[in-house]
């Protein structure tokens, strides 16, 4: 795991299963859950339980190797997946489950309801062109839409080629 420090946001990135990495961002009242498998990654965004005994919704994406994503949500805003041309939200329909095959030119974006509440129009303005989102850095990107927002939690998954580790010598 990475750290990157974008002013006051921290973002957190992960890679594993395959080419995903993961951006996430958790403030307070915020859950932004990265876990890797041999064979799978997982993420879970929401907002924390309120504590009167009422449910928090969740978004969440379990990631293959095999570049597929299966996204589901509950009571939550639903992700956001993101091509060169166009967007959408996954799953298509409300409340459901969506199998999702991603390739390189495209991200998921997922935010819990309070951070996607605090900031419509940050993200609309990078909405409005999907090929630029594309470009942009995901740490720099989660932390644009965070800024000024002291609470919920977003991630962004990604396939990305892998990079060589030190260990490792790189493919020519």
Known sequence: MTIHVAG???????????????????QRAGVARVERRPDLIEVVVADAPAGDGSEAGFTAVACTAE???????????????????????????PGGRELVAMGPDELLLLLS????????????????????????????????????????????????????TELEEPTR
Request: proline share 10%; glycine share 6%.
């Open 8 to 26: 006051p946001t921290l973002v957190r990135s992960s890679s594993g299963t395959g080419d995903w990495t993961v951006w996430a961002v958790e």
């Open 67 to 93: 570049g597929e994503a299966m996204v589901l949500r509950q009571a939550a805003p639903p992700a956001l997946l993101v091509g060169a041309s166009s967007c959408r939200t996954a799953p298509a329909d």
């Open 113 to 164: 309801a309070s951070a996607l509440e605090a900031r419509p129009a940050v993200l609309s303005q990078n909405l409005q062109s999907p090929a630029h989102l594309l470009d942009l850095d995901p740490a720099r990107l989660l932390a644009e839409l965070f800024t000024d927002v002291p609470y919920g939690a977003g991630a962004m998954l990604r396939r990305c080629a892998p990079t060589p």
